[in-house]
């Protein structure tokens, strides 16, 4: 696909374009692809810009990770292909390993993932896992011993309900990015920061570089001070002013 150097759209046309030859090398599935247009649907009716209950959320996700004692960021094919490299910088500011996890999960798709960060230099968990989580059937269920398995909170951004819902059953606290801010996994999570993982996470890092400097009780008061529920109806109170 051409790509026009100056278009309005040109954003959203170049993650598709990226979504499309993650398709071709077997990183996204046909289901990755239509979360892409799920995605796509709500980033417009966001103005596909960082709104300001996002930018409340992204301080305060930073904070909750920045806590953590062992934090983990769960990447799938679709996260790999739109922020890949932006995630390896977030792993880095935090100190933190960064796994994968697959809705359909396969060898060959988890290898060809791992191929793709080690080309940015890092190495990632989940390649085989052996650890189940309880209270999910699928593959999905398993988890690196030496990432989730231990982890205390878990970064999750495109997921699915259902492992988010997990996570939080196994005593994670989860960190979601999302657009939907009607998604189950944006109720599900903590802290929940709805905006394009294009955008968030290079400004969650930046929000990280900025916190690392305060003390652990002044990260509390940013958490308190934070409400997941609240913030998301804020969210949806933008897309209504928006059309
Ligand atoms: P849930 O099970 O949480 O209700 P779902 O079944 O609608 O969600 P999935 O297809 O499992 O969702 O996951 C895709 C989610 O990721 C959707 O909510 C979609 O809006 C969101 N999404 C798609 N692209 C992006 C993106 N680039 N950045 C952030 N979120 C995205």
Redesign the pocket.
């Known amino acids: 696909m051409k790509i026009p150097k100056k278009h309005p759209r040109s954003k959203s046309l170049i993650?598709r374009h990226k979504i499309e030859e993650g398709m071709k090398k077997g990183i996204v599935t046909p289901t990755g692809m239509?979360?892409?247009g799920?995605?796509e649907a709500?980033d417009y009716l966001l103005g596909e810009r960082t709104i300001a209950p996002a930018q409340k959320a992204i301080k305060a996700a930073a904070a909750l990770l920045l806590l953590a004692k062992f934090p983990v960021i769960s990447v799938n094919g679709?996260t790999t292909v739109?922020c890949g490299n932006e995630t390896v910088a977030l792993a880095k500011s935090l100190g933190c390993e960064i796994e994968v996890n697959l809705f359909y999960r396969s060898q060959k798709r988890e290898k060809l993932i791992e191929k793709e960060f080690q080309r940015s230099g890092v190495g990632i968990l989940g390649v085989n896992p052996k650890k189940k989580l309880k209270g999910i059937s699928s593959k999905r269920a398993m988890v690196d011993a030496k990432g989730i398995w231990k982890s205390d909170c878990v970064l999750v951004?495109?997921?699915?309900?259902?492992r988010?819902e997990v996570l939080r059953k196994n005593g994670k606290k989860v960190v979601a990015?999302?657009?939907?801010p009607l998604?189950?996994?944006a109720k599900k999570g903590n802290i929940t920061i709805i905006d394009?993982?294009?955008r968030a996470v290079p400004l969650l890092t930046k929000e990280i570089r900025k916190l690392k400097k305060k003390n652990d009780s002044e990260l509390r008061r940013i958490i308190k001070g934070f409400n997941n529920n609240k913030n998301l109806r804020q969210c949806v109170n933008c897309i209504k002013k928006g059309v």
């Open positions: 993650e239509i979360a892409q799920r995605g709500f679709n739109l951004m495109l997921e699915d309900g259902d988010t990015i999302d657009l939907n998604s189950r996994t394009n993982c294009t």
